[in-house]
């Protein structure tokens, strides 16, 4: 059973920044590609950036690119996603993910995911 713990979220104003973790086992970072959903009140959960197996291959959804940075540090069992220029429009409740079965290709949808997070709250004021 893989298990992820997140931290991180909090209260920001428009234009600052946040970092998010996300804790897992070794093994689940070594061996699994990751990544991070957000969910705002009344919406769907949407894919924010992911990252394959290879820790350079990183990819993001069109907005937040230019913004957000997901960083896969193996040796430390632990995803962080780097959020700067913050707007309010980001508010959602943030999940940490993980894909136990092998793919080489881009993940981005909920259903392609086996194990999540808590979630934690990120709430950026105008």
């Known amino acids: 059973q893989v298990q992820l713990v997140e931290s991180g979220g909090g209260l920001v104003q428009a234009g600052g920044s946040l970092r998010l973790s996300c804790a897992a086992s070794?093994?689940?970072?070594?061996?699994?590609?990751m990544g991070w959903f957000r969910q705002a009140p009344g919406k769907e959960r949407e894919f924010v950036a992911g990252s394959r197996l290879n820790g350079g291959n990183t990819y993001y959804a069109d907005s937040v690119k230019g913004r957000f940075a997901i960083d896969r540090v193996n040796a430390k069992n632990t995803v962080y996603l780097q959020m700067n220029s913050l707007k309010p429009e980001d508010t959602a409740v943030y999940y940490c993910?993980?894909?136990?079965?092998?793919?080489?290709?881009?993940?981005?949808?909920?259903?392609?995911?086996?194990?999540w997070g808590q979630g934690t709250q990120v709430t950026v004021t105008s």
């Open positions: 993910a993980a894909r136990t079965t092998y793919t080489t290709v881009q993940v981005m949808g909920v259903s392609q995911y086996d194990y």
């Open positions: 070794r093994r689940t970072l070594s061996t699994y590609a």
